[in-house]
C-alpha cells in the first residue's frame, strides 16, 4: 500500500488528507495529523472522498475519453485526444476569426488548480485577446474581494484560523458554519470548552445549527445585515466603544461613515432588520467590550445584490474598534471553494489580472504583458459570470468553454444559462464527471483528472498554500486541466500567431511545476509575495501561508531539518496598521442599506433563501455519487415555518408548486422550526440532476435555481443568490410512484442516469440514491419518486420497473388498470427460511411507503409477507419498526437510536453527551454531526 499527501478537494478550510492506494486504486482516506488546517479532523465529505473514486462510481459516473456530438440533442461519440484539441482550436480560431476575440468566453472554477487557472487566464487574455474569462468564484466570493479592496485596499482576508483560538467574541454572520466550514466548527466548539468566557453571536435568518449553540442568535431578516451593521456601529459609537486612536492613525473616512450611521438608531434598525432592540444592544455591548473580535462571514453576505455593501460594513465596524491586525481579531472571510482563493491570486476574474493586479490600471495591465511576453493586455472589461451566458443568450459570445464547473445547475436564472447554452455555436465541457447537466449541451467533451489524480497546488481561506499530489495516475484517458489547455494554446498559437510577438510559445511549459514558478514571479514585490516558496520547501516543510517573499538567499530560510513541519510565510496581516493603499491607510466606505433586488410582495410573499446541506456539496457530482451521504437528508425538501404550513393546509410530504418571475418547481414541503415566518428555504444542491419534471406547457423544470435571479451587486457583480421572492402553492397531482431497489454497485449509477432522462415524463420527479458504502453485498440503492395528473402509459411503467431490477418471472405484480393502481416487488431468499425485499414500485397508491420503503432499505426480514408486500394501505399487514432517521453518517447512529440511550443518560448537558457518545460512538469520528446531538441533548433536558 502507497501513501499520498494531498488537499481535501471540498470546501475552503482545506483540509490536509493522506491517500491510501494500492495498485493504481484508491483504497482509503484520513485526514493528515500534521496539516495546520485540520490537524487530522475530517468532516463527512472529506472522510468518504476514496468512496467517491472506487472502481464502480468511475467507470459509471466519470467521464473517461473525449467524446464530441454530431449534432445537438444526439448521443456523443467517442474521438481521439488530438482530434478533439485539433477541433476546439479550428472552432475557436474561426469564431474569433470571423467575430473577434470577445466572441469567446471560458468560464472555470474554484475547484481547479492554481497552475490550472494560471494557464487559462494566460490563455484568455495573453493569448486569444479576451478578457472574457470569469468563474464559479464570481458566485462565491467576489464580493468578499470587492469588500476587502474597498477598505483594507487588497483581496486579502487578514485573519488566521489560531486566531479562533484567541478571540474573546466571535461573530459568524451570514454563514451556517457547522454546515458550510465543518471543520473549523469544530475548532470553534474547542474554543468555547477551553474558554468557557468566548462569546459567540449568530446573524442568520434561520435557527441553523451553528445559530444553535450562539451565545446571541439575530433573525435578522433577509437582506438587511448592512443595517444591522450600522446599527451595531452607531451603539459602539454612542457607548463609547470607538478607538479613536487607531482611527486617527491608521483610516481615513470616518467621518462621513459617521454622518450615515446616526441615522441608524435602534428603532429603525430593529424595524428594519425585524429584530428586538435588546438583542441589539446586547450584541453591540459584548463586541465594544470584547478584548478581541473575530468576525467569520460568507455568502450570506456575498451573494447579495449589495453584497460588497455589506462587507465593507461589517469591516467598517473592525476598523472603528481596532478589531484587526492583532490575535484573535479581524474580518475573515471563510472561502466557500477550495481553490476559489488560487484563482483570485492568479487573476483568474474577468476584473482582475496575476497577483491582485487590476485589470483597470494601465500600468498592471503592461506588467503583465511584461511578464506574459505579448504586446498588451486588452483593456476592455471582461464578461463576468452572469454578463458572460447573458451575452451568450444574446448571440455576443459564440463560443464557450466550461472547466470543471456545472453552470446548467448553479448559475441563478437558469431559463437564460439554457438558453445560452443552446444558442452558442460552440460549447466545450472539460469535466470530470459525465453526470452533470451541463454535459447534455456540450458539442465536445474532454475528460479531466480529479481529485487523486492531480498535481499542483490550492490556497485555502487563511492563505495558506498546500500541495495537492497525485495517488494514482488518471482513469481513463482524463488529463490534468492544465495539460489539455496548454494543448490547446499550442494549437490556437498556429492559428493566432500575431499574438506570440516573435516568441515560439507562450506555454513553454514541460510540467505542472513551471507553470508555479511563473505565477511565483508574477507575485514578486505584490503584496501576495510568494517568492519565498517553492515546490520542494511544500514538499519539505508543509502548507504556507502568503506573503512569503524571497529572503537575500533568494528563497524562504531552508535551515530547518527536512521534513520538519514550519511555517515561513505571515499568519497575521497589517499588524503594523499600514494597509496597501496609496496613503497606507484603511479606508472607512460610508455606504447605506439598500433594499433587496427582489422584495417580496402580495404576488410572491415569500423569501427564498438557499444553502448547504451538512454532508453535501456544490452540483453533487461527486457526493451525489455516494447514497451514505443522503442518510441525513434523504429527498429534496422545501422547509416551511409550521404555521405557514398550517395556514395553507399543509403536511409535511406534500407536494408545492415553488414559483417565482423566473420559474417554477415541484417539491415536497417540510416543517421547520429553523425557518421564520413567510420565508423558505431549499438547499442548493439540488439542481435537475436530482430534482426534475416537467411544466403544463412541456418546459423542463431545472431545480432550485430555476427560482433565483440573476440580479447582482454593481461593483462585485456577485448574483443574489440568497433571495428571491416567491410563492408556495399546493400541488394538486393525485397519481404518485414510488420504486425503490438494492442494484449491484456497478449498475446502480448507470440506472440512475437512465432514470433521470425520464424524470420529465412526470411533473414532479426526484431520483436519489441511498444505501451504506461499502457494503458487504456490493449493492447500492437508488429511489425514484414522481406525481403527476394521471397515470402514465404502461411502457413508461414497465421500464421504470426493469432499471429498478423488477423484470424477471421471480417478480410478484398486481395491476388494476381501471384505477390506475400498479405494484411490482422482488424478494430475494437468503436461506431457507430468510428473504428481504430488493426492489419494489408502488404506482397509483403509494399508502404503503410507510412501511414497505423501511422493509426494503433497513434490510428487514421479509419472508413472512410474500404476496401481502402487494396489499395497499399504510398499515403494515406485518408490523415494521423503523430504524429511523441518521444523524451520524461515520456509525450510522440513528435519531430513535440516540432519544432511546438519551433516556439512561443523566447529568447536566455536556455530561450527557459524553455520555451518548461513549455508548453509541456517534460524534466521535469527523464529529460533523455534534451540533445536532447538542440539540436533541437539550430537547431531552427540556422534556425531563
Not at 233 to 240: D, I, T, V, Y
Not at 480 to 485: F, K, M, Q
Not at 668 to 693: D, K, N, R, T, Y
Not at 871 to 880: E, F, I, L, S, T
Request: net charge neutral; with cysteine.
Amino acid at each position: 500500500m502507497k501513501e499520498t499527501r494531498s488537499t481535501c478537494p471540498y470546501c475552503g478550510v482545506g483540509c490536509g488528507v493522506i491517500i491510501a492506494s494500492q495498485d493504481g486504486q484508491i483504497t482509503g482516506v484520513r485526514g493528515d495529523p500534521d496539516h495546520p488546517a485540520n490537524f487530522g479532523r475530517l468532516c463527512t465529505k472529506g472522510s468518504t472522498l476514496h468512496l467517491t473514486a472506487a472502481a464502480p462510481v468511475t467507470w459509471q459516473a466519470r467521464l473517461l475519453q473525449p467524446q464530441r456530438r454530431d449534432e445537438r440533442g444526439q448521443a456523443p461519440r467517442v474521438i481521439g485526444w488530438e482530434a478533439a484539441l485539433d477541433e476546439a482550436a479550428n472552432r475557436f480560431a474561426n469564431i474569433i476569426d470571423r467575430n473577434g476575440p470577445d466572441a469567446v468566453g471560458f468560464y472555470i472554477s474554484g475547484q481547479l488548480l492554481t497552475e490550472d487557472y494560471y494557464v487559462f487566464n494566460k490563455l484568455a487574455k495573453g493569448l486569444i485577446g479576451t478578457n472574457n474569462v470569469d468563474t464559479n468564484s464570481r458566485l462565491c466570493m467576489s464580493s468578499a474581494v470587492a469588500g476587502y479592496k474597498q477598505t483594507l485596499g487588497a483581496d486579502a482576508p487578514p485573519s488566521c484560523y489560531e486566531d479562533i483560538d484567541h478571540a474573546d467574541l466571535i461573530f459568524i454572520v451570514g454563514a451556517n458554519t457547522a454546515y458550510a466550514h465543518p471543520i473549523l466548527f469544530r475548532r470553534i466548539e474547542d474554543a468555547k470548552r477551553a474558554n468557557p468566557n468566548l462569546k459567540l453571536i449568530v446573524a442568520d435568518p434561520r435557527r441553523t445549527e451553528t445559530a444553535e449553540i450562539a451565545d446571541l442568535h439575530l433573525p435578522l431578516l433577509p437582506g438587511t445585515d448592512v443595517a444591522l451593521f450600522h446599527g451595531l456601529l452607531h451603539l459602539l459609537m454612542w457607548e463609547g466603544h470607538i478607538d479613536h486612536a487607531y482611527v486617527q492613525a491608521h483610516t481615513t473616512g470616518f467621518d462621513a461613515l459617521k454622518t450615515v450611521v446616526r441615522d441608524y438608531d435602534p428603532r429603525r434598525v430593529a424595524a428594519v432588520c425585524g429584530l428586538d432592540e435588546a438583542a441589539l444592544a446586547q450584541a453591540a455591548q459584548w463586541f465594544g467590550e470584547a478584548g478581541s473580535v473575530l468576525s467569520l462571514y460568507c455568502q450570506g453576505l456575498n451573494q447579495s445584490s449589495s453584497g460588497t455593501a455589506k462587507n465593507a460594513a461589517l469591516i467598517n465596524l473592525h476598523l472603528a474598534t481596532g478589531q484587526i491586525g492583532r490575535p484573535g481579531a479581524g474580518p475573515f472571510s471563510l472561502t466557500g471553494q477550495p481553490n476559489a482563493m488560487g484563482g483570485r491570486e492568479v487573476g483568474g476574474l474577468a476584473n482582475l489580472l496575476s497577483a491582485h493586479r487590476d485589470l483597470a490600471n494601465p500600468e498592471h495591465r503592461d506588467e503583465v504583458a511584461r511578464l506574459w511576453g505579448v504586446r498588451d493586455v486588452p483593456a476592455a472589461p471582461g464578461k463576468t459570470a452572469v454578463e458572460m451566458f447573458e451575452a451568450a443568450a444574446d448571440g455576443a459570445i459564440k463560443a464557450l468553454w466550461i472547466s470543471c464547473t456545472n453552470p446548467a445547475q448553479s448559475l441563478p436564472d437558469q431559463r437564460t444559462v439554457r438558453r445560452a447554452l443552446e444558442r452558442a455555436e460552440y460549447v466545450v465541457v472539460q469535466e470530470a464527471y459525465a453526470t452533470t447537466a451541463t454535459c447534455a449541451y456540450a458539442d465536445l467533451l474532454l475528460p479531466a483528472s480529479t481529485w487523486g489524480e492531480k498535481e499542483g497546488t490550492v490556497t485555502n481561506s487563511e492563505r495558506r498554500i498546500s500541495r495537492v499530489r497525485a495517488a494514482v495516475p488518471p482513469a481513463g484517458q482524463a488529463r490534468p486541466d492544465w495539460l489539455a489547455v496548454v494543448e490547446f494554446a499550442r494549437r490556437l498559437e498556429q492559428r493566432l500567431p500575431q499574438r506570440l510577438a516573435g516568441r515560439p510559445t507562450l506555454f513553454p511549459y514541460q510540467g505542472v511545476e513551471d507553470i508555479w514558478n511563473e505565477h511565483r514571479e508574477t507575485t514578486r514585490g505584490r503584496d501576495l509575495d510568494i517568492t519565498g516558496l517553492s515546490y520542494a520547501l511544500l514538499d519539505r516543510h508543509g502548507p504556507q501561508q502568503w506573503p512569503c517573499p524571497a529572503s537575500s538567499e533568494g528563497e524562504a530560510s531552508t535551515s530547518a531539518p527536512p521534513d520538519e513541519r514550519r511555517s515561513f510565510g505571515r499568519a497575521r496581516l497589517y499588524e503594523d496598521g499600514v494597509f496597501p493603499t496609496p496613503d497606507g491607510r484603511a479606508r472607512f466606505v460610508a455606504i447605506r442599506h439598500e433594499a433587496l433586488a427582489e422584495p417580496r410582495d402580495a404576488r410572491y410573499p415569500f423569501s427564498l433563501t438557499t444553502g448547504r446541506l451538512r454532508d453535501h456539496w456544490h452540483g453533487m457530482s461527486r457526493t451525489g455519487t455516494l447514497g451514505r451521504l443522503f442518510g441525513h437528508v434523504p429527498e429534496p425538501a422545501v422547509q416551511l415555518n409550521p404555521g405557514d404550513m398550517t395556514r395553507r393546509g399543509l403536511k409535511d410530504g406534500d407536494l408545492v408548486y415553488l414559483t417565482s418571475r423566473r420559474g417554477s418547481v415541484v417539491v415536497p414541503a417540510q416543517a421547520s422550526e429553523q425557518v421564520a415566518p413567510a420565508q423558505a428555504f431549499l438547499a442548493m444542491h439540488w439542481g435537475e440532476e436530482f430534482l426534475s419534471g416537467c411544466s403544463s406547457t412541456g418546459e423542463p423544470l431545472t431545480g432550485v435555481n430555476a427560482l433565483t435571479t440573476s440580479a447582482f451587486c454593481p461593483t462585485s457583480k456577485q448574483p443574489e443568490l440568497k433571495h428571491a421572492a416567491i410563492k408556495v402553492l399546493k400541488a394538486e397531482l393525485p397519481w404518485s410512484l414510488l420504486g425503490a431497489a438494492w442494484l449491484p454497485h456497478d449498475k446502480a449509477l448507470a440506472a440512475r442516469d437512465t432514470l433521470r432522462s425520464m424524470m420529465r415524463l412526470f411533473p414532479f420527479a426526484t431520483c436519489v440514491p441511498f444505501g451504506r458504502e461499502p457494503s458487504e453485498r456490493q449493492v447500492s440503492g437508488l429511489l425514484f419518486r414522481a406525481a403527476a395528473h394521471e397515470a402514465p402509459p404502461p411502457d413508461v411503467l414497465t421500464q421504470i420497473e426493469g432499471l429498478l431490477g423488477l423484470s424477471g418471472t421471480e417478480v410478484l405484480r398486481y395491476h388494476d388498470v381501471r384505477r390506475g393502481q400498479r405494484r411490482a416487488v422482488r424478494l430475494e431468499r437468503r436461506g431457507p427460511k430468510e428473504a428481504t425485499l430488493q426492489a419494489f414500485v408502488l404506482a397509483g397508491d403509494t399508502s404503503a411507503e410507510a412501511w414497505i420503503k423501511t422493509l426494503l432499505q433497513d434490510e428487514l426480514p421479509a419472508q413472512a409477507y410474500g404476496r401481502l408486500l402487494l396489499v395497499p394501505g399504510a398499515k403494515a399487514p406485518v408490523a415494521v419498526v423503523a430504524k429511523g432517521r441518521q444523524v451520524c453518517t461515520c456509525f450510522n447512529v440513528t435519531q430513535p437510536q440516540i432519544e432511546t440511550a438519551l433516556g439512561a443518560c443523566s447529568g447536566n448537558a455536556e455530561s450527557q453527551l459524553a455520555q451518548l457518545q461513549e455508548q453509541l460512538k456517534c460524534g466521535t469520528n469527523c464529529g460533523s454531526c455534534v451540533p445536532e446531538l447538542k440539540r436533541l441533548v437539550r430537547a431531552q433536558l427540556s422534556v425531563a
